[in-house]
């Protein structure tokens, strides 16, 4: 039985892994300890439904608010109390779900107290890759993707020797804007962004859907994630969603993971591998879906996705660098600041003048971020 501890059990991630522990039921499942970053009047709800051992909220003022109301339960604070969340000595299961750079320092405290990792957090793999990874094989734990494109690949990689490895092949919507022209692109609103051809999502991965940086974070993380070289992976434009990920052996094959776009199903699988449990969505109708379309990006109007490629090419801090500045740039578009143009744009200015070093350590993880949103906001 999975014995879980939830980094962002408020986020559209971790409510999902409550829905999935709420219809496989405690014998599948046990809720142990839930972390969020401000968000209580959820927690508590969470709290009273699932009963965990120890809670985190990341605010201190709102940590104390919740503890009020909930005298039984310790709720601790800060990134200690995520790190206690992350390394609770009953949990043998921790979700890392919890966005931004926060999430990174207790996702390495839970790999190094020997828990198996459930990862949604882009963070972990794209600015810290080469650490986490050497971590993960170090402590010899399960490190299992969530995320719907890399648990495809995951679950056709299985059992495959490397040698045996051509390509991997990330599926990508192509977001709202995918016919757009250059014109079109220059004056989209942010409510045009956030509307989704196929997931509802938080509205930061949806933006990042939208400039196909979603794709670009995703191709690092498979990259670390299944130590292939970036020349063997490769986005195409899938616009059913249907096909999440595929994988290309020598042989010309190619192996491929299909279900209704719903992250309720990768959500499920992470928590119960090495099973497969039934699942709650219905049965796959192939009638409702009789056509798949594959076409390539393009990688002029989505500059994002080269960007992406350009980060892990130098390597050393630049990926990480990208990421949190895009997270600032996101920001400042959803709160209409900057139009959607100018993500890439800026992005593009940033990185080309942020001077490469190489990341050694969690602390030069975490500097190197800090100072990419310091000078996005600067800019
Ligand atoms: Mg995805």
Request: proline share 5%; charged share 20%.
């Amino acid at each position: 039985m999975k014995k879980l501890a939830i980094l962002g059990s408020t986020g559209s991630i971790g409510k999902n892994c409550l829905a999935v522990a709420r219809y496989l039921g405690e014998d599948a499942l046990q809720i142990f300890a839930l972390a969020a970053k401000s968000n209580i009047d959820l927690l508590e709800q969470q709290a009273k439904e699932f009963h965990p051992q120890l809670i985190a909220v990341y605010d201190a003022d709102q940590a104390l608010l919740l503890q009020k109301k909930l005298p039984h339960i310790p709720v601790l604070s800060g990134l200690e109390g995520l790190e206690a969340v992350a390394t609770y000595q009953e949990a043998n299961f921790v979700v890392s779900a919890m966005s931004g750079a926060v999430g990174l320092a207790p996702t390495l405290a839970a790999i190094q107290a020997k828990k198996d990792i459930g990862f949604a957090n882009k963070e972990v793999l794209v600015a810290g890759g080469e650490l986490v990874m050497s971590l993960v094989k170090k402590h010899g734990i399960e490190f299992i993707p969530i995320d719907s494109e890399l648990t495809a690949i995951f679950q056709c990689l299985k059992q495959e020797p490397t040698k045996a490895v051509h390509r991997l092949l990330i599926t990508a919507s192509g977001g709202p804007f995918r016919n757009y022209t250059e014109e079109q692109l220059a004056t989209v609103s942010v409510e045009q962004a956030l509307n989704h051809p196929n997931y509802r999502m938080g509205p930061k991965v949806t933006i990042d859907s939208s400039t196909l940086m979603n794709k670009g974070l995703e191709m690092i993380e498979a990259h670390w994630l299944f130590g292939m070289p970036l020349e063997n992976i490769e986005v195409i434009v899938h616009p059913q969603q249907i096909i999440h990920g595929m994988v290309e052996f020598v042989d010309n094959s190619i192996l491929a993971h299909l279900c209704d776009p719903d992250m309720l199903v990768p959500i499920q699988y992470a928590l119960t591998y090495p099973d497969r449990l039934p699942g709650s969505l219905a049965p796959f109708d192939f009638l409702k879906h009789g056509t798949l379309q594959f076409s390539l990006p393009d990688r002029q109007k989505f500059r994002c996705l080269n960007l992406a490629y350009e980060a892990i090419r130098q390597g050393g801090s630049l990926p990480c660098y990208m990421n949190a500045a895009n997270e600032v740039l996101v920001h400042q578009f959803l709160n209409k600041k900057i139009p959607w143009n100018n993500i890439a744009r800026t992005l593009e200015t940033l990185m080309s003048a942020h001077p490469t070093r190489a990341l050694n350590s969690l602390d030069d993880i975490l500097a190197v971020d800090k100072m990419a949103r310091e000078e996005t906001l600067a800019f």
